[in-house]
């Protein structure tokens, strides 16, 4: 079939069409409009399906102005569609009763698999939505592989196991409720400067998960969950696979701006980005926690040659919002390193927690945490394992592994802060760096328990200080040493400029300093 002024096949008018529509052949409509088209029918008891080639001008497969549609599109294994604005599109539509799923080939600028202005899609079922297991390319100037937007009610969720791949984004749902998840097994790339997959829904539930690839080659995000209005995410972020970013400052997985996150966010893959492995930032609610599990890696690595666009590296981070509630652990590898070679500051965390209402949960490391900041012309600093301006944090930080950075752990404030749990590095853990454990202005820390203050049965190794109390109001549980606490060029153990100290400070184990192995001093109440 060719048309050079219109459209290959069209079914238009109101009315009931009853029966399926298939090409096995060749459409082509390159210089008219569309290859198959539904426009303007009340109801379509039927589906659409293509094993053959088309070739059009306008949209490959055009549903549009249905008030029902009772079937599915399917391009199937062979089924090539080559359209010169999106390849198929679902369009103005009430409810679309079947699914979409390509595992042919599909070729749009615009979009290969589009999703707009529809009330109810898809089914409540496994590929019950849109599945993809072919190839699907969105090239020129904004493509976006799949695209959902303007959807009262998506079911099914998004399944890829093929290849996805767009100059923008290469899967994006923008709907006000989306049920069924999105699952990666395949490969998706967003080549362009935007995020592989962008989630900004109202309510999403099912979760995001990858065992493939996901490649952005912008400073973007692989999974980027963000809402700019009240939103709820259901479910977990899971990455067993490989996410891939390395322009600044590319993230792995973002969950920004969102009333609640009622999940998890799990790694047991590898997320290397130049930017941050798992941001948080400005939750309301957050009820679950972020692991990194045992195979997981997080390689964060910037050089840059100013402090611009970032100057902040990070593995986990967890910013601003008013309640975390599952805590952050770690038993992989987090690598963080940045260097700057001309000017501006340089700052990476393995693990930073800052600006949050209510932490709960603590934070574990039985893993390997590495941090790095280096500034040729300006200040420089790395953090294993940082907590700053929390109000109140629960839970403790508890290390078995291995922490290697500037400062190893950090819990700061402004002197208004309470810290509940205390910091144990456990034997076998080992903590080094130009400091080891510092607790500085905050209102409160530790507990009266046994614990409850800084115990160290492991190695705390330092050049300056190795575990470090000042401006603390009050400090409970006292300091217990059963390890190695060392420190050639400075103090040991340092508590100055405290209120209030209980607990008292114990030791079983090596204490050693250059200046002073224990110093006390400024401490109102002993």
């Given amino acids: 079939i060719t048309s050079t002024t219109a459209t290959g096949i069209r079914v238009s008018g109101p009315g009931i069409y009853v029966g399926n529509i298939t090409n096995s052949g060749t459409i082509d409509t390159s210089s008219g409009l569309y290859g198959i088209a539904i426009d303007g029918v009340s109801t379509f008891l039927g589906g659409i399906a293509n094993s053959g080639g088309i070739t059009s001008r306008a949209a490959g497969i055009y549903v549009n102005n249905v008030t029902s549609f009772g079937g599915g599109i399917v391009n199937s294994a062979g089924g090539v569609i080559n359209a010169n604005s999106t390849g198929i599109w679902v369009r103005n539509v009430q409810t679309f009763a079947g699914s979409v799923s390509n595992a042919g080939t599909i070729t749009g600028p615009k979009a290969g698999i589009r999703v707009s202005t529809v009330a109810v899609f898809g089914t409540n079922s496994p590929g019950g939505g849109i599945v993809n297991s072919g190839t699907i390319s969105a090239g020129a100037g904004s493509g976006i592989g799949i695209n959902v937007n303007g959807v009262q009610a998506f079911f099914g969720g998004i399944t890829n196991s093929g290849t996805i791949t767009a100059t923008r984004t290469a899967v994006n749902v923008s709907a006000a409720n989306f049920s069924g998840g999105i699952s990666n097994s395949g490969t998706i790339s967003a080549i362009g400067s935007s995020n592989a997959i962008s989630v900004n829904v109202s309510t999403f539930s099912g979760g995001i998960s990858n065992s493939g690839t996901i490649s952005v080659a912008g400073a973007a995000a692989g999974i980027n969950v963000e809402s700019n209005s009240l939103a709820t995410f259901i479910g977990n972020i899971v990455n067993s696979g490989t996410i891939n970013g390395s322009i600044i400052p590319a993230t792995g997985i973002v969950a920004f701006g969102l009333t609640s996150f009622l999940g998890n966010i799990t790694n047991s893959g590898t997320i290397s980005t130049a930017g941050i492995g798992i941001l948080v930032g400005a939750v309301s609610t957050f009820t679950g926690g972020i692991t990194n599990s045992a195979t997981g890696r997080l390689t964060q690595s910037a050089t840059l040659v100013s402090a611009s666009p970032t100057n902040i590296v990070a593995g986990i981070q967890v910013v601003n919002g008013s309640t975390f509630s599952g ?85 700061t404030g402004v002197g208004t802060e309470t810290f509940q749990g205390g910091i144990v590095n456990l034997s076998g853990g080992t903590i080094s760096g130009s400091e080891g454990i510092l607790v500085i202005s905050i209102a409160q820390f530790g507990s009266t328990s046994a614990g409850g203050g800084i115990v160290n049965a492991g190695a705390i190794l330092s050049t300056q200080t190795a575990v470090h109390v000042d401006g603390v109001s009050l400090f409970a549980g006292g300091i217990s040493n059963a390890g190695t606490i060392s420190s050639p060029s400075g103090v040991g153990l340092n508590v100055r400029n405290t209120s209030t100290f209980l607990g008292g400070i114990t030791n079983t184990g090596r204490i050693t300093g250059g200046s002073a192995a224990i110093n006390v001093e400024s401490v109102s109440s002993f």
Avoid at 335 to 356: E, H, L, M, Q, R
């Fill in 327 to 411: 805590g952050v652990s770690n038993a992989g590898v987090i690598s963080a390193s940045v260097n700057i070679s001309g000017g501006g500051s340089a700052t990476a965390y393995g693990i930073s927690i800052s600006g949050v209402s209510n932490f709960a949960g603590g934070i574990s490391n039985s893993g390997t945490i590495s941090a790095m900041a280096a500034s040729t012309a300006a200040f420089a600093r790395s953090t294993g394992i940082r907590v700053d301006g929390v109000a109140m944090f629960a839970g403790g930080i508890t290390n078995s592994g291995s922490i290697s950075a500037h400062l190893g752990i950090r819990v």
